[in-house]
């Protein structure tokens, strides 16, 4: 790792306190729940989290039972930033009326629930330049209404949507370029990181709260449902997505990219597949093609981060 400023140098810097609190109904061994729960370690004042709709949500607030030691909104799909950035907003009235209210406001989506169906809240609100920090777990599908396909399944991948068999090969468009998307807005700060290198991502959300506009950060989180794998690989699986380039771990900060887990030697891209049950028939000689255009994907996309970082711009 380079240069996200160290607010946590080790990990026993890292707060015991869980604001995310155990005995919610996540699968065992799932992602996006490690993500929540790093996530709430770096809070840094009183907090209010906008959830939309997903298994995050869905899972954490079972009635009677809730999850969150925060104030804490469900929404819907199209509205989740929208929301946050009306929270942020009457939080800043509220200080100019009352005097200082330390708040922040961290609105948390899924895959589907922001690269697709909340993207124009979303790009309402990062034009719009709320304080708030929209966090997106990417677990490349709808897990939570049974597998569904959504704009960040990548290519070859089965989902219940996109089934591999005679007709397809699984999903055959590629995934959607969010934080491209996101770092055409301009905003102060956008990053990606991974469940397997915890440090990284928790400091960059205390990094991203102590912005005064609107940040960005997009965590890739395994689904042990969804990528049909044991629940004890998902760690292993995430830092697989770093270390195969599947997944660069890159800030954007005021425009100018920095790539913060360089992977000079990276492993062949098989070594991220052949563990996960939707991409095994990848391996198959009849997918070669839809293999290899997944790789070609990959390697365009590891080489242009590394061109936009010598240029010192993202777009
Ligand atoms: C507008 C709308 N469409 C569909 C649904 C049904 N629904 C509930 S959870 C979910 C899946 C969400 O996927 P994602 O955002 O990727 O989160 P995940 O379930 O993967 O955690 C869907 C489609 C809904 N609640 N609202
Ligand atoms: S289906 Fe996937 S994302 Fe949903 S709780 Fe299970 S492991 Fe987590
Ligand atoms: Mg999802």
Not at 4 to 27: M, N, Q, W
Not at 158 to 170: L, Q
Not at 181 to 208: C, E, G, Q, W
Not at 272 to 287: E, I, K
Request: glycine share 8%.
């Amino acid at each position: 790792m380079t240069t996200v400023e160290k607010y946590f140098k080790t990990i026993s810097d890292v707060p015991v306190e869980d604001y995310f609190a155990p005995g919610h109904r996540l699968c065992a061994g799932c992602g996006a729940s490690i993500a929540i729960k790093l996530a709430m370690k770096a809070i840094k004042s009183p907090t209010i989290v906008v959830n939309a709709t997903g298994c995050i949500e869905v899972a954490t607030s079972m009635f009677p039972y809730v999850s969150w030691r925060v104030p804490w909104v469900h929404v819907a799909f199209e509205n989740t930033a929208a929301v946050a950035s009306g929270i942020s907003e009457g939080l800043k009235i509220l200080n100019k009326k009352r005097g200082k209210i330390m708040y922040d406001v961290i609105a948390i989506g899924g895959d589907g629930g922001t690269f697709d169906i909340g993207l124009q809240a979303l790009s309402g609100a990062l034009e719009r330049g709320h304080k708030m920090l929209y966090i997106c777990y990417d677990n490349e599908a709808y897990m939570n209404t049974g597998v569904q396909r959504s704009g960040a399944t990548p290519i070859g991948a089965v989902t219940t949507t996109s089934p591999a068999g005679e007709i397809i090969p699984g999903k055959r468009e590629r995934k959607k370029d969010l934080i491209g998307i996101v770092a055409a807005h301009r905003i102060p700060y956008a990053a990606t990181a991974s469940i397997s290198h915890p440090l990284d991502f928790i400091n960059k959300v205390r990094k991203a709260l102590e912005i005064n506009g609107p940040t960005f950060i997009h965590v890739i989180t395994p689904c042990t449902l969804g990528w049909r794998y044991p629940p004890s690989l998902t760690v292993k699986i995430a830092r697989l997505a770093v270390e195969t380039r599947y997944f660069p771990v890159f800030e954007v900060e005021d425009g100018r990219v920095k790539i913060n887990i360089r992977v000079s030697r990276p492993k062949p891209l098989e070594e991220f597949l052949q563990v996960q049950g939707r991409f095994r028939h990848l391996l198959d000689d009849r997918n070669r093609d839809v293999l290899e255009a997944l790789k070609k994907q990959v390697e365009e996309n590891w080489n242009k981060l590394v061109k936009l970082e010598e240029l010192g711009v993202y777009i």
